[in-house]
């Protein structure tokens, strides 16, 4: 999986934080770092390995070590009394998990690794295509990315506008003072509620420019 990682991981970790305020932030963070957190492989993998083993053959890709990890945090932070931050604990394991669950559809993933090398995965994507990349981009597992990126962004928009989505009528007239009130009140919330939505907007193209980086500098890397 190239792309949908990410929005896949934030769209978890929403989920799992659901209405609950209490370290919202930071499980938000931990979930989106630790949604793309092994593929922290590539680097070793493009840089020094040469490329000599497969991407997901490294430890970053195997369950077991993650449970274990996992694991060991959540014992340290019982035995320091800071039982608080297990939640993070396993918002991190659930979007690592995710991403080796994703990476499952279309590639391999020795899920019991130590115990067995045996290789899981959903489909097999055939080589008909150059350059390589092609062959993932044409297939369908690729538009289940883009479907999961594109709900990732709408939820996202729709939590930025209080969850009632930036162009309903009520959250319109809440938040830009339309109605009883100072005609001069009303129009500088109007403006700055347009400015609002447009810096969002913008950080959709912004986003989407991270998502076509991230996947090109892949290409380039692996040809």
Known sequence: MFI???????LLT?????????????ALA????????????????CLIDGPRTLHHDFWT?????????AAAFALALRLAGW??????????????????F?????????????????????VEIPARFQP?????????????????????????VRAGCGGGGCFSKDVWVKQSGHG??????????????IRRHSTRLRSLKGIGAVVLGAFSSQAWLAR
Not at 4 to 10: L, V
Not at 14 to 26: F, P, T
Not at 30 to 45: A, C, E, H
Request: one cysteine or more.
């Open 132 to 156: 390589w990349y092609l062959n993932f981009i044409l297939h369908w597992a690729f538009a289940a990315e883009l479907a999961i990126c594109v709900a990732a962004a709408w939820v996202w």
């Open 4 to 10: 949908a990682h990410q929005p896949a991981g934030y």
């Open 180 to 193: 009883p009130g100072n005609a001069s009140v009303q129009r500088h919330s109007a403006v700055r509620l």
């Open 83 to 100: 039982r608080q931050y297990l939640d993070l604990v396993w918002v991190a394991l659930a979007n690592v998990l995710l991403h080796l």
């Open 102 to 122: 994703l990476d499952s559809i279309a590639a391999d993933i020795r899920w019991l690794h130590p115990f067995s090398g045996a290789r899981f995965n959903l």
């Open 30 to 45: 931990t979930g989106l770092i630790f949604s793309v957190l092994p593929d922290l492989d590539l680097l070793y993998f």
């Open 61 to 69: 890709h195997t369950p077991l070590f993650w449970l274990a990890t």
């Open 14 to 26: 929403r989920g799992i934080v659901g209405k609950r305020q209490r370290l919202r932030r930071a």
